[in-house]
T-cell receptor
């Protein structure tokens, strides 16, 4: 079975720009969640998608948005980038009902905002 | 609101020595508890989890953790550390019943292994 894959692995943007990060779920998983990991910190929950709808959100502003597609892949979009958005963005997939919270993480997309 | 405290930011141990990484959580009921490991440039790998039952749980790579309700702790242990265990370790708590996949992580403990 394939794991969780994320793209791109690294990217650099400037303040005010917009970014889209992509995630392919592990085979057989139907739920995707996104986490932000700032340097020296633990990951923080951004939101979760199930059946193509957001069904849980952390303390992040609306300029963080996402999508889940019929094949369970997902996108994270961040508008009006700020310097503090520089972080590692982790995607995690799971199978709803199989044992909540057992997440498989991807290697992440490292975003640098200049 | 749930929270996790990992009081040790850095720990250095000699190869072959025993290891204990501390984790304290705050949650109103019995939570789901996890330990993840992150190597440089990598995502998070699940070491072990506690959902219910036996309070001593075994994980991969020879790690184990013990859930102590009275101390709100879930410390990670390994009897003999290998140089390849050098990495960052995160303890996480998940909510039961509708909490979905929201995990709350601690700030991590960086483990250095001296040869």
């Amino acid at each position: 079975e394939t794991g969780v894959t994320q793209s791109p692995t690294h990217l650099i943007k400037t303040r005010g720009q917009q970014v889209t990060l992509r995630c392919s779920s592990q085979s057989g998983h139907n739920t995707v969640s996104w986490y932000q990991q700032a340097l020296g910190q633990g990951p923080q929950f951004i939101f979760q998608y199930y059946r193509e709808e957001e069904n849980g959100r952390g303390n992040f502003p609306p300029r963080f948005s996402g999508l889940q597609f019929p094949n369970y892949s997902s996108e994270l979009n961040v508008n009006a980038l700020e310097l503090d958005d520089s972080a590692l963005y982790l995607c995690a997939s799971s199978l709803a009902g199989s044992g909540a919270n057992v997440l498989t993480f991807g290697a992440g997309s490292r975003l640098t905002v200049l | 609101a749930q929270s996790v405290t990992q009081p040790d930011i850095h720990i250095t141990v000699s190869e072959g020595a025993s290891l204990e990484l501390r984790c304290n959580y705050s949650y109103g009921a019995t939570p789901y508890l996890f330990w993840y490991v992150q190597s440089p440039g990598q995502g998070l790998q699940l070491l072990l989890k506690y959902f219910s039952g036996d309070t001593l749980v075994q994980g991969i790579k020879g790690f184990e953790a013990e859930f102590k309700r009275s101390q709100s702790s879930f410390n990670l242990r390994k009897p003999s550390v290998h140089w390849s265990d050098a990495a960052e370790y995160f303890c996480a708590v998940g909510a039961r019943g509708g909490g979905g996949n929201k995990l709350t992580f601690g700030t991590g403990t960086q483990l250095k292994v001296e040869l």
